[in-house]
């Protein structure tokens, strides 16, 4: 079936970009998301780029979309003690339901 | 405030309990979802309902049942609870099945 996968931990410096890299295997893949878990809550959507595009820019947060090599990058400028958190990584198709996660990316900021 | 509500926040059931979570949508919003997480495993899907009155399987639907009540409401039973369906599960909801998901704050089950 389907699998996305991520690197289950990183660990940056205060200031410090981050970059949280994803692969996924479906080639017919149409939205890609990027989540966000802070301890005892649901999960917040981040941002998400079309399959069509290479790059999305949100205030601290771009994301590149490297569609020929199926992998999908967030980096975070200027990393504060808040973006820790764990990061998910996720894919959609055209018509779907079925959105498939990925096991998530534990993100530690040291101060 | 507008968001997806689930109860309750946490549960404990011996083996063999049912038990109902609801969660409830006041975004309007015609598809939903529950998904259970597992440390290391990422979301796992179980039922989804794209639309009111629709409800299909997921990648784990075996010991779960689902009810689309209305288009705010979205229940997931266990007929007959087992220490494997210990797990926190998500309630979600979508405009439609693109767009990204907004979440609710989770149920924490707990199976003896």
């Known amino acids: 079936g389907e699998d996305v996968e991520q690197s289950l931990f990183l660990s940056v410096r205060e200031g410090d970009s981050s970059v949280i890299n994803c692969t996924y295997t479906d080639s017919s893949s149409t939205y890609l998301y990027w989540y966000k878990q802070e301890p005892g809550a649901g999960l917040q959507l981040l941002t998400y780029?079309?399959?069509?595009?290479d790059m999305k820019q949100d205030q601290r947060l771009t994301v590149l979309l490297n569609k020929k090599d199926k992998h999908l990058s967030l980096r975070i400028a200027d990393t504060q003690t808040g973006d820790s958190a764990i990061y998910f990584c996720a894919e959609s198709n055209t018509g779907g339901f079925k959105t498939i996660f990925g096991a998530g990316t534990r993100l530690f900021v040291k101060a | 405030n507008a968001g997806v509500t689930q109860t309750p926040k946490f549960q404990v059931l011996k083996t063999g309990q049912s038990m109902t979570l609801q969660c409830a949508q006041d975004?309007?919003?015609?598809?939903m979802y529950w998904y259970r997480q597992d440390p290391g495993m990422g979301l796992r899907l179980i039922y989804y309902s794209a639309s009111e009155g629709t409800t299909d399987k997921g990648e784990v639907p075996n010991g779960y049942n689902v009810s689309r009540l209305n288009k705010r409401e979205f229940s997931l039973r266990l007929e007959s609870a087992a220490p494997s369906q210990t797990s926190v599960y998500f309630c979600?909801?979508?405009?439609?099945?693109?767009?990204?998901?907004?979440f609710g704050s989770g149920t924490r089950l707990t199976v003896v």
């Open positions: 780029i079309f399959s069509n595009m």
């Open positions: 975004m309007n919003h015609n598809s």
């Open positions: 979600a909801s979508s405009v439609s099945g693109q767009g990204g998901y907004t």
